[in-house]
């Protein structure tokens, strides 16, 4: 059974990096059957694709955040990452790691998220 | 982006209840097209994915159809666990995009 699971702080300063790393268990995530994505859910919002990376180290970014966003791969540590600079109030949300399945073409397994607020 | 919009927002229903919600793309995508269940403070679960196939475990009372830019959800009779946020989500093209949500209460 695939567990994800989202670690890093839960507040950071306006303009400053938001850096979260979701840690994969029961499942490679060399494997080529999936993608590894990031979401977010604003509070009481709806939710939002950020980007994914594949085991290659192809990423695919939402063109809305591509200029602020890097995502990328440990495969020693079965993890992979997120790093959104120059944050504002409006990237306050529930972080989620998700894995996307090729074979579904859907998300089937999801971290429980982690909430990001960007305050002063 | 293709733009998806479920209706309605929100819903009100009771134990037993059939139920659709609907989903609508802004352009074509086949039949890429999911179905995820949150509850509060959970993440997302999978229910139907690619329009009309069960995810492993869940309840047969879930249903999907549609296809192109029309699609269905539908619950046949409503259980007192159903009572959440439903999000259709496309993944035809990226950047994958998710409906506004469908919130059913009691």
């Known amino acids: 059974q695939v567990q994800l699971q989202e670690s890093g702080p839960g507040l950071v300063k306006p303009s400053q990096t938001l850096s979260l790393t979701c840690t994969v268990s029961?499942?490679?995530?060399?494997?080529?059957?999936?993608?590894w994505t990031w979401i977010r859910q604003p509070a009481g919002k709806g939710l939002e694709y950020i980007g994914r990376i594949y085991t290659s180290g192809t990423t695919n970014y939402n063109p809305s955040l591509k200029s602020r966003l890097t995502i990328s791969l440990d495969t020693s540590e079965n993890q992979f990452s997120l790093k959104l600079s120059s944050v504002t109030a409006a990237d306050t949300a529930i972080y989620y790691c998700?894995?996307?399945?090729?074979?579904?073409?859907?998300?089937?397994?999801w971290g429980q998220g982690t909430l990001v607020t960007v305050s002063s | 982006d293709f733009q998806m919009t479920q209706s309605p927002s929100s819903l009100s229903a009771s134990v037993g209840d059939r139920v659709t919600i609907t989903c609508r793309a802004s352009q074509s995508i086949s039949s890429y097209l999911n179905w995820y269940q949150q509850k509060p403070g959970k993440a997302p679960k999978l229910l139907i994915y690619v329009a009309s196939n069960l995810q492993s475990g869940v309840p047969s009372r879930f249903s999907g159809s549609g296809s192109g830019t029309d699609f269905s959800l539908i619950i046949s009779s409503l259980q007192p666990e159903d009572f959440a946020t439903y999000y259709c989500q496309q993944s035809y093209t990226t950047p994958y995009t998710f409906g506004q949500g469908t919130k059913l209460e009691i």
């Open positions: 029961g499942d490679s995530i060399s494997s080529s059957s999936f993608y």
């Open positions: 998700a894995r996307y399945s090729v074979i579904l073409a859907g998300y089937d397994d």
